[in-house]
């Protein structure tokens, strides 16, 4: 896992240690030093942690013009343990509602496994945000079929195109909007 890098050719675009505006605003990365890790696997020491033992992040994109941040995960999403989405919530979308942020692209194909809690944080999520949506983006099939098991699929959209999206062919740009398009289709 420490090979798996978040996304970088974006950086041109945005970089969120460099946004005063972001939850990471002034974070300094090693290269070198591997701190973080999923279990006993180290991670590549560019994915932020949030406060979960089990699941990372990086904020690709944040268009406050727009209201949308894409955000890349690896790890093991686990509600049910290490109440991950309390921690997501609290830590990173909170901060990113309040700078008006209402359309969410979480990119998963790095997420292992999801283990569910209760769905009051995804619920509390999704009404805070108005006109706004979160959406999945290749997660991998069975993590999407746990979220559908338990109904989080009212509180985000996933499936079809979004499970197989090839997202590093597009400028953060042009993926918003590829993503915005499919998700206003679905939604009319």
């Given at each position: 896992m420490h090979y798996v890098e978040p996304y970088f050719n974006w950086r041109a675009y945005y970089i969120a240690n460099e946004d005063s505006l972001s939850p990471f605003f002034a974070r300094e990365y090693s290269e070198f030093e591997f701190t973080n890790k999923v279990y006993n696997f180290l991670l590549h020491p560019q994915w932020d942690n949030f406060g979960s033992p089990t699941l990372f992040l990086k904020i690709l994109y944040v268009d406050y013009s727009e209201n949308i941040a894409v955000i890349e995960f690896i790890g093991?999403?686990?509600?049910?343990?290490?109440?991950?989405?309390?921690?997501?919530?609290?830590?990173?979308?909170?901060?990113?509602?309040?700078?008006?942020?209402?359309?969410?692209?979480?990119?998963g194909e790095?997420?292992?496994n999801f283990h569910y809690s209760d769905e009051c944080y995804y619920e509390e999520w999704f009404e805070e945000i108005n006109d706004g949506w979160i959406s999945m983006v290749n997660f991998h099939k069975h993590v999407v079929d746990e979220f559908k098991n338990i109904n989080l699929d009212q509180f985000i959209i996933s499936g079809g195109e979004l499970d197989e999206l090839d997202w590093r062919t597009y400028t953060p740009i042009q993926f918003c909007n590829k993503i915005s398009d499919i998700i206003n289709h679905r939604l009319n």
């Open positions: 093991e999403w686990n509600d049910a343990i290490e109440n991950d989405i309390m921690n997501l919530k609290k830590e990173i979308i909170d901060p990113l509602i309040e700078l008006e942020i209402n359309k969410f692209i979480l990119i790095n997420v292992l």
